[in-house]
């Protein structure tokens, strides 16, 4: 009975609700059904046809390509060091834009971290490749002139063309401060680790066998003080101070090359690199018998030209469409991971390797290297940018190119 009940009343309730609905519910036109999600999904990617052409027009910089089996002919023929040596400058070039272009589309692939320091491996390659094979050939000179001269024409020439370039097309120009200033710290940190073992050596008689030691002992020390100092600046820009970079990434992209394409790409061009920076180096000896020049002019001023000439692109084309805070990043980001990465990474390969490669600079270059580093902290640490300090760049560095053209040949002694 007590079931019967219930459902009765069950009934009756589920009657009384029918009965309460109004004549203009009843009456009211069904909703339509909700439309399903729109799924965004990357275009595949290009076939292998395809990605040739977008290599081949990546930039008007692969017209010098033609400069890449010219050089090599050249160093087959054994025609002259002058020859062999622009051949190669020129075939470099386009070669260290098609490996950054590489570098920028596999990070865009797998994310920032990783991309972060495959940025970090492959941004500075060319000046890698070529002062490891000077490395190994014994020219220490020309090696530390090579990066010197990264440092300070990313610091002077390449920082000043960006304000200059970006100072015609704005007022001013602004830009993250906080992060230009970390920078600067770090590059000031560098410097102190390249003034310190010039110092030791100016007070310290180092033409004795114990004393060489002890100056390639502080370097090594140096070196891996550097290094790890290098490390934990990647540490704080990729993981817990990403947030100061995040500006420099304003707009998602999506890879344009197949990830076979762009390993393929980086292997080849790497490879070829190798092949005329060797012929390169093996013509810096000639050229400066032949020319007058002085190894330290090679090394301070063309080499770093070749290694530099896409990030000059990059960074001159960022700053004219006002996104300084890329143009920064290129320049001084460049010169940061020369003085923190590559040279103390080349102080221990050399240590590895045994050849006697310290971090005393001749008191001349280190002095310039101070006067660049000190130049650019003041000019980048309020935030602002304007043509008229891109010209105070740019004069300093005329007035040091002048000054190396003059610079004369000298043996390496440490």
């Known amino acids: 009975m007590s079931e019967g ?60 390509l033609i400069f890449v089996p010219l050089g090599y002919i050249a160093d087959a023929l054994e025609m002259s060091d002058t020859w062999v040596f622009f051949l190669n400058f020129f075939a470099i070039i386009p070669l260290a834009k098609l490996l950054e272009f590489g570098t920028e589309d596999i990070s865009l692939r797998v994310g920032q971290t990783i991309g972060g320091l495959l940025n970090a491996t492959f941004g500075n390659a060319v000046e890698l490749i070529v002062s490891i094979i000077a490395l ?8 530390q002139a090579s990066m010197l001269g990264g440092i300070v024409s ?18 001013v120009q602004t830009f993250n401060k906080t992060a230009a200033q970390t920078t600067s710290s770090l590059m000031t940190v560098a410097c102190i680790g390249l003034i310190i073992p010039a110092a030791f050596n100016f007070s310290v008689d180092t033409t004795k066998n114990e004393r060489k030691d002890e100056l390639l002992n502080l370097s090594h020390g140096t070196a891996i003080v550097l290094l790890t100092i290098y490390g934990l600046y990647l540490f704080f820009q990729l993981k817990t101070h990403s947030d100061l ?87 001084a980001g460049s010169s940061m991971q020369i003085a923190l990465f590559i040279t103390p990474f080349l102080v221990v390969l050399g240590w590895i390797i045994g050849v006697d490669m310290s971090l005393y600079f001749q008191s001349f270059e280190t002095v310039v290297l101070f006067i660049a ?22 004069a300093t560095y005329s007035i040091v190119a002048l000054a190396f053209f003059f610079y004369p040949n000298e043996d390496y002694n440490p």
Not at 385 to 394: D, Y
């Open 5 to 64: 009940k219930s459902l009765s009343s069950n009934n009756n309730s589920t009657n009384l609700n029918y009965g309460s609905t109004s004549n203009k519910d009843t009456h009211k036109p069904p909703s339509p059904p909700s439309s399903p999600p729109v799924l965004h999904y990357p275009p595949p990617p290009p076939t292998f046809g395809k990605s040739l052409k977008l290599i081949v027009k990546n930039s008007w910089l692969n017209i010098l």
């Open 136 to 143: 190994k050939e014994g020219q220490i000179r020309v090696v």
């Open 154 to 171: 990313n610091l002077l020439l390449v920082l000043g063309l960006c304000f200059v370039c970006g100072g015609c097309y704005h007022k």
């Open 245 to 331: 970079y995040a500006a420099e990434s304003e707009e998602e992209e999506d890879p344009k090359l197949s990830p076979f394409v762009s390993i393929l790409l980086l292997t080849v061009v790497t490879i070829f690199i190798s092949f005329s920076a060797d012929c390169l180096v093996d013509s810096i000896e000639g050229i400066v018998e032949s020319s007058g020049l002085s190894r330290t002019f090679v090394g301070l001023i063309l080499l770093p030209i070749v290694g530099n000439a896409a990030e000059n692109v990059t960074a001159i084309t960022a700053a004219m469409k006002n996104k300084m805070d890329l143009a920064i990043n290129v320049a």
């Open 373 to 394: 580093v000190l130049l650019t902290s003041f000019l980048i640490q309020d935030g602002e940018s304007n043509w008229l300090e891109g010209v105070l760049l740019l």
